[in-house]
């Protein structure tokens, strides 16, 4: 099985995908899926064991633990925004209040009260739009909005959405 490294603290992609190129994989780093467009289903093998699978459509957020085996079953075509980051990260740019809370997660599927859910989507346009339109001090504000887009997930790692 492929286990991908990061060697660099944060890094973000933009993909878009008819079929997932990677079958069953892992990570050294955390990585958060934000779905642009698309449907798709997400399996992973549990910590029990098993294998849990999660169906996601476009605005919701996944968020892959390292270490932790999985995959993307595309059903339609998919565009995705990958956050990918190591825990040291984490620790260094947020606190560690946040790398614990990233590190018990429940669900792979963060549910965002509305008004954070706004404001996720507002960042994450952000984003896209700085990848994809490189300027002066890109990087610094990149790493602005990576930084909240953190924040965001950890506050509501434990939020009850639909289908808890």
């Given amino acids: 099985m ?3 490294n990061l060697y660099q603290p ?3 992609l933009l993909r878009e995908h008819d079929t997932f190129p990677i079958g069953e994989h892992q990570h050294s780093f955390f990585e ?12 992973v093998n549990s ?10 459509c476009a605005a ?4 892959i633990p ?3 085996v999985h995959l993307f079953r595309i059903c339609s075509h998919s565009r995705y925004l990958f956050i990918r980051f190591t825990e ?3 620790t260094d740019y947020i606190n560690r209040y946040a790398e614990g809370a990233l590190d018990i997660q429940a669900r792979y599927c963060i549910w965002f009260q509305q008004s954070d859910a706004e404001m996720l989507h507002s960042l994450i346009g952000l984003i896209v739009r700085e990848v994809s339109e490189k300027k002066m001090m ?3 504000l990149l790493n602005c909005y990576v930084n909240s887009v953190i924040v965001l997930a950890v506050r509501n790692l434990f939020h009850i959405g639909p289908g808890a």
């Avoid at 934000?34 to 798709?40: A, K, M």
């Avoid at 919701?60 to 968020?63: A, E, R, V």
């Fill in 66 to 68: 390292p270490n932790r």
């Fill in 60 to 63: 919701d957020l996944c968020l």
């Fill in 10 to 12: 944060v890094e973000i």
């Fill in 88 to 90: 040291n990260y984490v």
């Fill in 47 to 56: 910590v029990n064991g098993g294998k849990e699978h999660h169906n996601y």
């Fill in 32 to 43: 958060m899926a934000y779905i642009l467009e698309g449907t798709e289903s997400f399996v």
């Fill in 2 to 4: 492929w286990k991908e």
């Fill in 138 to 140: 890109s990087d610094y």
